[in-house]
């Protein structure tokens, strides 16, 4: 059976000073949802948001924005969750508990449950907010055992060791990025795919925020730490891989602006070589593929 994981590469709402923290994840939420239907439509079975999705505060996160993992508001993701078998990693600032406050990545189960992961790697003006986490569990998916790495946690080395350690088959990287980061978290994390012998995904941030400019670019890696797919900008769009027994296809479908409609779905070229296969689902889309 083929399995299709995806990265969201996402444009935040951020809002604007007079914008509640509510009002900005209720405008976030609607974004999600029409993020992960279009995933539903295509078989996803693992969508993965970059970091702080779900909120904004790309530039300064805070503790105003945290969410209660557990809140009545994401029923209409979880819903979704369970009717597409699918598990959604979207992030946030989360509160555990009084004074519990941490930067956190929620999993959108497809038993309709919830998992909570929490960055353990903080900035000076991270600590100032939110405390330390302890990171988060394996997560079983359609077959496949996912490692969550967010933010700041990829760059270090013994997590994604620790994750292929514990037999992870995928490495999914929540990342927020600027251009003069991206290529090296980039050469790392196709490292890491080749040296774990892990799938990896990263997925990164398509909107600008008081003056902070992503580099979008979300990508997939095979075990061989060959690219399968990959935007080449900052559009808003599903990064998409499907294997097939040895067989990796890669397709990149962007979303565009809601207001537009549905968009045509187009392949973007990766480092695979071979022939365009032609899904039996997924409005038309086309997916180029490579053994690996």
Not at 31 to 41: F, G, K, N, W
Not at 261 to 280: C, D, T, V
Request: charged share 15%; with cysteine; glycine share 10%.
């Amino acid at each position: 059976m083929a399995r299709i994981i995806a990265a969201a590469q996402y444009a935040a709402a951020e809002g604007g000073p007079n914008t509640s923290p509510e009002a900005n994840l209720d405008a976030n939420l609607e974004r999600h949802l029409r993020y992960a239907a279009a995933a539903a439509s295509l078989g996803v079975k693992l969508l993965v948001f970059p970091e702080l999705s779900l909120t904004g505060g790309i530039s300064e996160p805070s503790q105003q924005q945290a969410v209660n993992p557990y809140a009545s508001c994401f029923e209409p993701l979880k819903t979704l969750a369970r009717e597409a078998a699918m598990t959604i990693l979207a992030g946030a600032p989360v509160r555990l508990g009084p004074g519990e406050h941490y930067l956190g990545q929620i999993a959108f189960l497809p038993d309709g449950l919830v998992a909570i992961h929490t960055r353990r790697h903080l900035t000076p003006s991270d600590c100032a907010q939110f405390k330390s986490g302890k990171g988060g569990p394996l997560l079983r998916t359609a077959g496949l055992l996912v490692a969550v790495a967010l933010g700041a946690d990829v760059a270090d080395a013994n997590h994604a060791a620790n994750a292929a350690a514990h037999k992870a088959s995928i490495y999914a990287a929540s990342v927020l990025l600027g251009e003069e980061a991206r290529a090296a978290q980039a050469a790392s994390l196709q490292s890491c795919a080749r040296t774990h012998k892990m799938t990896v995904l990263m997925a990164n941030h398509a909107t600008p925020a008081a003056g902070w400019i992503p580099a979008g670019r979300s990508a997939i890696w095979d075990e061989q730490g060959e690219l399968v797919a990959a935007t080449q900008a900052v559009e808003e769009a599903l990064v998409l891989a499907r294997r097939r027994g040895r067989l990796w296809e890669g397709a990149v479908f962007p979303l565009g602006n809601p207001a537009s409609g549905s968009p045509e779905p187009r392949i973007r070229p990766s480092a695979a070589q071979g022939q365009p296969s032609i899904p039996s689902s997924g409005q038309g889309l086309l997916f180029d593929g490579h053994e690996s």
